[in-house]
C-alpha cells in the first residue's frame, strides 16, 4: 500500500490532466457501472429509511403540544424551550449517521469501479468499507468533512466551494489507500484538491449539472441512474495521478476470493 510519502511525491509530480480526456473517460465508465451506482443509491436510502421514519414520527411526537395555548400565555413562561434539545440532537445524529453510511457506500463504489474499469476480479461488496477494519476511520473521515464543512460555511460560504474538492478527493483517496491514518487523508486531500482544483471544481459542476438535466429528462425518476455519474470524474483525476500499486492489486484479489486480511 502506499505511505503517506510516496502518496505526496506522486501527487507532488502529477502530470497536467486534460478536462475533455477525463469527461469522455467518466462517460466510457458510466456505461459499466451505472447500475452499481443504482444500486448503491438505493442501498444508502433503503439503509436510511428507519432513521428517517423515528425522526418523522417524532416531529408528529411534536405536533402534540398545544401550541396555540401556548401562545396564549403571556410571554409563553411556560413553554421550555430545552423540550426541543432531545429533537435537534436526534436530527443531527441522523445527519451524521447519513454521511457515515454515504462516504462509505461511496468508497465502496469507488473500489467497484476499479473493478469494472481495469476489468478485475471481485466482488461488488456495496458495504466493504461499512465493516471491520474500515468502519471506525470511515467514522472518523465523516466527522472532519463534517467539521471542515461547518467551519468553511462559518466562514461566509465562500470556502464551502474551495473545500468541496478536496472533500470530494478525500472519499477517492480513501478508498484506495485505507492504511493511511485520518490525518494523513486529509492532507493528500487537501494536496491533490490544491494541485488539481480548478480542473475538479470544473468536472464535478459539469458532471453534476448533466446528470441531474438528463435524469429530468428521463421522467425525473432517471436521477437515481444518473447521480453517480458526478462520482467519477475524481475517480480518474486519482487514477491519474496517483495511480494504483501493484501491492494494493494483490490485496484487493486476496480479499476478492476470501483469503484473510493482513
Known amino acids: 500500500m502506499n505511505t503517506i510519502t510516496s502518496l505526496l511525491n506522486?501527487?507532488?509530480?502529477a502530470k497536467a490532466l486534460d478536462f475533455g480526456t477525463i469527461f469522455s473517460q467518466s462517460?466510457?465508465?458510466?456505461?459499466?457501472?451505472?447500475?452499481?451506482?443504482?444500486?448503491?443509491?438505493?442501498?444508502t436510502m433503503l439503509l436510511m429509511v428507519p432513521f428517517y421514519v423515528i425522526m418523522y414520527l417524532s416531529?408528529?411526537?411534536?405536533?402534540?403540544?398545544?401550541f396555540e395555548s401556548l401562545q396564549s400565555m403571556e410571554n409563553m413562561q411556560d413553554f421550555?424551550?430545552?423540550?426541543?434539545v432531545p429533537f435537534f440532537i436526534f436530527?443531527?445524529?441522523?445527519?451524521?449517521?447519513?454521511?457515515?453510511?454515504?462516504?462509505?457506500?461511496?468508497?465502496?463504489?469507488?473500489?467497484?469501479?476499479?473493478?469494472?474499469d481495469?476489468?478485475?476480479m471481485g466482488a461488488d461488496d456495496y458495504f466493504y468499507y461499512l465493516k471491520k477494519p474500515y468502519l471506525g476511520k470511515v467514522i472518523k473521515l465523516s466527522l472532519a468533512t463534517f467539521g471542515i464543512t461547518i467551519a468553511a460555511t462559518l466562514l461566509c460560504v465562500l470556502p464551502v466551494f474551495y473545500v468541496m474538492v478536496p472533500v470530494a478527493l478525500m472519499n477517492v483517496i480513501f478508498a484506495f489507500n485505507p492504511d493511511l491514518s485520518t490525518s494523513e487523508i486529509i492532507k493528500a486531500g487537501f494536496r491533490l484538491g490544491n494541485k488539481k482544483w480548478l480542473l475538479t471544481f470544473g468536472l464535478i459542476i459539469v458532471s453534476g449539472f448533466l446528470a441531474g438535466i438528463v435524469g429530468l429528462l428521463m421522467c425525473c425518476v432517471g436521477i437515481y441512474v444518473t447521480s453517480s455519474f458526478s462520482y467519477l470524474p475524481a475517480y480518474f483525476i486519482y487514477k491519474d495521478s496517483v495511480g494504483?500499486?501493484?501491492e494494493s492489486d494483490n490485496n484487493e484479489s486476496k480479499e476478492s476470493y476470501g483469503m484473510s486480511y493482513e
Open 10 to 13: 506522486k501527487i507532488d509530480n
Open 27 to 43: 462517460v466510457e465508465l458510466f456505461k459499466k457501472v451505472w447500475v452499481q451506482g443504482l444500486v448503491m443509491l438505493l442501498l
Open 59 to 66: 416531529m408528529l411526537g411534536m405536533g402534540l403540544i398545544d
Open 80 to 84: 421550555t424551550p430545552l423540550l426541543m
Open 91 to 116: 436530527i443531527f445524529l441522523v445527519s451524521f449517521i447519513a454521511m457515515v453510511v454515504g462516504f462509505g457506500m461511496k468508497a465502496s463504489f469507488y473500489r467497484i469501479c476499479k473493478l469494472k
Open 118 to 120: 481495469l476489468e478485475e
Open 244 to 246: 494504483f500499486n501493484k
